[in-house]
């Protein structure tokens, strides 16, 4: 984790295995986790809560208040992220998704 006039670098690599519903069977199901990330975020500037356009850059980047950011809420948006959007525990189930 490294930081700048504010702006804060969280870069590492997690690998670890979630516990959630399957999306086809509804039976707890465990799916693994194994990426590396790279996060960025900036401070919030006076005017927060005015509208104003953000370039490119900024869309990707996360903001916060205070002394700085909590781990725990990094880690948890990084595993939400990187958790495949439908959930299936069998490849059996997988093959059908497809299927239309």
């Known amino acids: 984790m490294t930081g700048a006039l504010g702006e804060i670098r969280v870069k590492g690599h997690l690998k ?6 399957c ?11 194994d990426s590396d990330f790279e996060l960025y975020y900036r401070p919030v500037e006076e005017g927060y809560g005015e509208e104003v356009s953000i370039d ?6 996360g ?3 205070g002394d700085g950011i909590e781990l725990n809420d990094v880690l948890r ?12 525990c069998d490849e059996r189930w997988a093959a059908l998704k497809n299927f239309k």
Do not use: G, T
Request: aromatic fraction near 10%; glycine fraction near 0%; charge should be negative.
């Open 77 to 88: 948006e990084f595993v939400l992220l990187a958790l495949p959007m439908q959930r299936v």
């Open 16 to 21: 670890a295995e979630m516990e959630s519903e």
């Open 63 to 65: 903001f916060y208040e």
């Open 23 to 33: 999306d086809r069977c509804l039976e707890d199901a465990r799916f693994p986790v």
């Open 56 to 61: 490119k850059s900024e869309a990707e980047m």
